[in-house]
Nanobody
Framework: VQLQASGGGLVQAGASLRLSCVAS????????VAWFRQAPGKERDFVVG????????FYADAAKGRFTISRDNAANTVYLEMNSLKPEDTAAYYC????????????????WGQGTLVTVSS
């Protein structure tokens, strides 16, 4: 499965962005999917994840109340809606997928997309 993340950009604080993660070369429907982010000089952090059927979601504290993950298995796509963006949200955002259970641990994910850069100015 190949993953393609898109939707990043430069926005002002308080704005919204919608990231997309599209799968090709296989189906995303039987995979848990998560978004991670990595700021320059920092580790890759878990942001939010969704189980294969959308029945379970995990949010990092920094994402709760502002970010929403959803999936459209028919379209082989997972979305990350980000609202009320803050400068500290600035990072490269990566989507990852794995057929096993949803996890906050990046080492548990088999498939990774390239990052999409989100820059939030103050």
């Amino acid at each position: 499965v190949q993953l393609q993340a898109s939707g990043g950009g430069l926005v002002q604080a308080g704005a919204s962005l919608r990231l997309s993660c599209v799968a090709s070369g296989g189906t995303l429907s039987k995979n848990a999917v998560a978004w991670f982010r990595q700021a320059p000089g920092k580790e890759r952090d878990f942001v939010v994840g969704i189980s294969w059927n959308g029945g379970e979601t995990f949010y990092a504290d920094a994402a709760k109340g502002r970010f929403t993950i959803s999936r459209d298995n028919a379209a082989n796509t997972v979305y990350l809606e980000m609202n009320s963006l803050k400068p500290e949200d600035t990072a490269a955002y990566y989507c990852a997928a794995d057929p096993r259970v949803l996890s906050r641990n990046p080492a548990r994910y088999r498939f990774w997309g390239q990052g999409t850069l989100v820059t939030v100015s103050s």
